[in-house]
Structures are given as structure tokens and as C-alpha cells.
């Protein structure tokens, strides 16, 4: 079983759609990355969180310490917020500094 | 600043070659790492670095060297390319891990024949 599970693998919406994408994890974490990587392109860091919720813009993550579960949230989807949401934990396991990343959910934003 | 930059964006290598991959970043970060992306995976990391002069292994170092010799520089070597090692790769720093986001490269696409 990976330490880090994304589901949907992938996801289609209309434009305007109210979006979730959920991450669930099995290690001890200090922190959980979500990231965002257009097609063809480079990866971008959206939000970096240990605790409660974060907000920019119309994107949302939470996450549940106790449940070991994330979830990133888009209000108002837009084709642009087409993309591919890659969620990654800190993990300090065997003494190793490294982050463990998610398969990525793959999101597709009609007009 | 000009953030992570990784140079080449492309690169066709013939089994047996070596190469450099270069990764500089200008934000003073501690932390550098590689990863390989490769389809239906999630990134995978090659190798990592705390400061100048420290590297470790991450899960797939096998036919790849680092060195990190400055604070800014983290080249990635391939001894002698194999088909396996065909993948986009990204360089990435982070001030210090587990307590600042990560900044990315905008990636290689490595293709071995």
C-alpha cells in the first residue's frame, strides 16, 4: 500500500463546478504539500499546511491530523484550474529527510 | 530572483553516455533534492542535500551521483545512461524541509535510446 493515496485518479468537471480532491496518508507527517502541475509544465507549490485549513484565492486545503486525511477544494472551476494536483507528506521515517508524494489527480475543466 | 533553474529542458542520450543535469537556485535554500517523474508514479526522489557538502540517498539513487559542493549548485550525474532512466526529472530546494514550501525546476525530459 503507498503511504500517500489520492483519489479521484482523475476528475472532469464543468466550468463552475465546486471541486474536492482528497488525500489520505499512513506515516507520521510535520506537514502536507499540495502541488499543481499543468500539462507539459513545471510544478508548483499551492500550500504547505500542519494543521486547520488555508485559503488562496478559490483554492482551499484542509487537513485532519487525526484522520490522516487532506482534502484541496476549488469554488468556481475554471478550465485554467485544469491540471494535474499532486499531494506530498513530510515523512522523517527511518531518519530519512524526504517528502513521499501521491500518483496526482488529474483534473479536467470544461467550459 | 530567478528561483530554481535547471538546465537542460531536453536531452537525448545514447545507452552507455554520461551527463549533467545542473539545478542552481539563488534563495539561499538549505535543502536541494531530485526526483524522477515517470508515468502512472508519483515523484520519486534520486537524491537529496541539507546544506553544502552533506548528501544522502533517496528511493531510486542507483545509476545517478551528487555533489553539492555550494550552497546554490546540485548537479545531478548519470554515470552511463540506461533505457531505465528515461523520465522527466526535477530539481527542487526548500529553505529548510518540513517547515517551507518547496520551489521546482521546471524539469528535464531525459530520453535514453
Known amino acids: 500500500k503507498n503511504e500517500v493515496e489520492q483519489s479521484p485518479q482523475n476528475l472532469t468537471a464543468q466550468e463552475g463546478e465546486f471541486i474536492t480532491i482528497n488525500c489520505s496518508y499512513s506515516?507520521?507527517?510535520?506537514?502536507l504539500h499540495w502541488l499543481q502541475q499543468h500539462p507539459g509544465g513545471g510544478i508548483v507549490s499551492l500550500f504547505m499546511?500542519?494543521?486547520g485549513k488555508k485559503k488562496h484565492g478559490r483554492l482551499i486545503a484542509t487537513i485532519n491530523i487525526q484522520e490522516k486525511h487532506s482534502s484541496l477544494h476549488i469554488t468556481a472551476s475554471h478550465p485554467r484550474d485544469s491540471a494535474v494536483y499532486i499531494c506530498?507528506?513530510?515523512?522523517?521515517?527511518?531518519?530519512?529527510?524526504?517528502?513521499?508524494f501521491g500518483k496526482g489527480t488529474k483534473l479536467t475543466v470544461n467550459p | 530572483n530567478a528561483g530554481v533553474t535547471q538546465t537542460p529542458k531536453f536531452q537525448v542520450l545514447k545507452t552507455g553516455q554520461s551527463m549533467t543535469l545542473q539545478c542552481a537556485q539563488d534563495?539561499?535554500?538549505?535543502?536541494m533534492s531530485w526526483y524522477r517523474q515517470d508515468p502512472g508514479m508519483g515523484l520519486r526522489l534520486i537524491h537529496y542535500?541539507?546544506?553544502?557538502?552533506?548528501?544522502d540517498q533517496g528511493e531510486v539513487p542507483n545509476g545517478y551521483n551528487v555533489s553539492r559542493s555550494t550552497t546554490e549548485d546540485f548537479p545531478l550525474r548519470l554515470l552511463s545512461a540506461a533505457p531505465s532512466q528515461t523520465s522527466v526529472y526535477f530539481c527542487?530546494?526548500?529553505?529548510?524541509?518540513?517547515?517551507?514550501?518547496?520551489?521546482f525546476g521546471n524539469g528535464t525530459r531525459l530520453t535514453v535510446t
Open positions: 499546511l500542519s494543521s
Open positions: 534563495m539561499n535554500h538549505e535543502y
Open positions: 527542487a530546494s526548500s529553505y529548510r524541509i518540513f517547515v517551507s514550501p518547496l520551489h
Open positions: 542535500s541539507v546544506g553544502a557538502g552533506i548528501t
Open positions: 506515516v507520521g507527517i510535520s506537514a
Open positions: 506530498a507528506v513530510d515523512s522523517s521515517q527511518g531518519g530519512s529527510e524526504k517528502l513521499v
